[in-house]
């Protein structure tokens, strides 16, 4: 029953994971708690793509769903078939924690869209984005953070603290995903009791 009982803790685990995800990604699109920069088009790039709404969130919940419904599972045939569709729904878990993290990363690194000074006026960009002449230093110089961006307020710390909150939520997940898969291949190889199995002792 071990297999049963990693399932059902990652399972568990996952589901509150998946509201953190699906929290930051959406505070994300509501830069300064205001909707008119959403509608305006005016949030960044990586937040618009949404990873922690389907990726991070809605897949991961799903894979955790089925994930404590399949520990429940008896008969042989019955829980080896499960643990196929188990390996199944872990690695698309672990692909969507995966490109989550990644898109994370990428936004944190770029910097957020705001509205700044240019040479020729205001203008809507990501200022603080890697180039050739300076990297992404902007995330240990706090000088940077309100001193670039004008609108919307507070939107590289915004940015920051969201982007890290839902990266390392979701590298969670994928630590959490990638358990699961050797768990699920261990129970679809070994059956489903193999931690019960015992090496009987040679009678003289």
């Excluded at 685990?13 to 830069?31: D, R, T, Y």
Aim: hydrophobic letters at 45%; one cysteine or more; proline letters at 4%.
């Amino acid at each position: 029953m071990c297999v049963s009982r990693c399932l059902r803790c990652v399972g568990i685990s996952l589901v509150p994971l998946a509201i953190v995800c699906m929290l930051s990604n959406i505070l994300l699109l509501l830069p300064d708690r205001k909707i008119h920069f959403l509608l305006e088009g005016h949030v960044t790039r990586e937040a618009t793509w949404a990873p922690g709404l389907w990726g991070s969130g809605l897949l991961v919940l799903l894979g955790a769903r089925a994930f404590v419904r399949s520990s429940k599972t008896a008969g042989c045939c019955a829980f080896r078939s499960k643990m196929l569709c188990q390996v199944m729904y872990s690695c698309v878990c672990l692909l969507a924690a995966g490109m989550c993290c990644l898109v994370s990363a990428t936004g944190l690194v770029q910097g957020p869209l705001c509205l700044y000074n240019t040479s020729s006026g205001l203008d809507w960009g990501v200022p603080l984005k890697p180039t050739a002449d300076h990297d992404a230093g902007y995330l240990y110089n706090r000088t940077l953070w309100s001193g670039v961006c004008l609108e919307p307020r507070g939107v590289v710390q915004w940015n920051v603290v969201l982007f890290s909150v839902l990266g390392g939520a979701s590298w969670l997940q994928v630590v959490l995903c990638g358990a699961n898969v050797l768990n699920t291949l261990l129970g679809l190889i070994l059956g489903h009791g193999f931690c019960h199995n015992k090496v009987s002792p040679v009678s003289a």
